[in-house]
């Protein structure tokens, strides 16, 4: 995924409301951005950290910036982490379509955001004539605790947990179901649940693996221009 304009770099003054970032360009000028990430962001919201800012072309958005990358060092040396929460999709979508994800490959039929069990959208329904439906649920990853750990949840998830438990009611029905976890941190070497700020999601995720569910795990590697799917990384908890 490549951005379609520079980014713009800034100074992190403050993350607030969850969805607003004040910033200080490098003119000066202290601008309000929005946060595509309702997660707790631990680590990566010091003020004073330098970020990186998408501009939208869209004259009617109230906030035309938005945060999409901040330098940290999360104990690998300072690296590029993407934050912005709407990007895994877009991410998924073009690694199925280019095969570069073998568990979700040989698939004729993507359709995304698809109703499904209670009152719920499946991120991916994946189709074909000799295999059961396939339903992806994508989780953006941006939590390191440890260096080469990568965690999800960063905050507690009900509805994290409720898509849990409808992949596993998918599974139980005889349909195929995956769970997966894209990291937008480079240095991850694995992934694993963070149980100590979640416990119900860390249980919603042992009943969904044992009707049947799959997870598997991608980091991405990523610079100024592109966040790109890098592959895959061993689950360890």
Same mark, same amino acid.
Not at 100 to 127: C, H, M, Q, W
């Given at each position: 995924?490549?951005?379609?304009?520079?980014?713009?770099?800034?100074?992190? %003054?403050?993350?607030?409301?969850?969805?607003?970032?004040?910033?200080?360009?490098?003119?000066?000028?202290?601008?309000?951005?929005?946060?595509?990430?309702?997660?707790?962001?631990?680590?990566?919201?010091?003020?004073?950290?330098?970020?990186?800012?998408?501009?939208?072309?869209?004259?009617?958005?109230?906030?035309?910036?938005?945060?999409?990358?901040?330098?940290?060092? +999360?104990?690998? /040396?300072?690296?590029?982490?993407?934050?912005?929460?709407?990007?895994?999709? @877009? +991410?998924?979508?073009?690694? %199925?379509?280019?095969?570069?994800?073998?568990?979700?490959?040989?698939?004729? &039929?993507?359709?995304?955001?698809?109703?499904? /069990?209670?009152? &719920?959208?499946?991120?991916?329904? @994946?189709?074909?004539?000799?295999?059961?439906? =396939?339903?992806?649920?994508?989780?953006?990853?941006?939590?390191?605790?440890?260096?080469? @750990?990568?965690?999800?949840?960063?905050?507690?998830?009900?509805?994290?947990?409720?898509?849990?438990?409808?992949?596993?009611?998918?599974?139980?029905?005889?349909?195929?179901?995956?769970?997966?976890?894209?990291?937008? %941190?480079?240095?991850?070497?694995?992934?694993?649940?963070?149980?100590? %700020?979640?416990?119900?999601? /860390?249980?919603?995720?042992?009943?969904?693996?044992?009707?049947?569910?799959?997870?598997?795990?991608?980091? =991405?590697?990523?610079?100024?221009?592109?966040?790109?799917?890098?592959?895959?990384?061993?689950?360890?908890?």
């Amino acid at each position: 995924m490549y951005f379609t304009e520079p980014l713009i770099p800034a100074t992190l %003054i403050k993350r607030y409301k969850r969805f607003l970032a004040d910033v200080s360009l490098a003119s000066g000028e202290a601008i309000t951005a929005h946060v595509a990430n309702p997660g707790a962001m631990i680590g990566l919201a010091a003020p004073g950290s330098r970020v990186w800012l998408s501009k939208s072309a869209n004259p009617s958005r109230k906030l035309p910036y938005s945060w999409e990358l901040v330098e940290v060092d +999360l104990g690998a /040396g300072a690296e590029l982490i993407g934050v912005n929460t709407a990007h895994p999709n @877009l +991410l998924v979508a073009e690694a %199925i379509a280019a095969a570069a994800i073998p568990e979700l490959a040989g698939y004729p &039929s993507t359709r995304r955001e698809v109703k499904y /069990g209670r009152n &719920s959208r499946v991120d991916f329904l @994946l189709e074909g004539p000799d295999r059961p439906a =396939c339903y992806v649920e994508v989780k953006n990853v941006h939590l390191m605790r440890r260096a080469g @750990l990568a965690e999800f949840p960063d905050s507690v998830t009900a509805r994290g947990a409720k898509h849990l438990d409808e992949l596993a009611a998918m599974a139980a029905a005889g349909g195929r179901a995956v769970m997966l976890f894209l990291i937008q %941190i480079g240095s991850a070497a694995e992934f694993a649940l963070a149980r100590d %700020i979640d416990p119900v999601y /860390g249980a919603a995720f042992d009943r969904a693996r044992a009707a049947g569910v799959e997870a598997v795990a991608y980091r =991405c590697v990523i610079d100024h221009a592109a966040i790109v799917l890098a592959g895959p990384v061993p689950i360890v908890g």
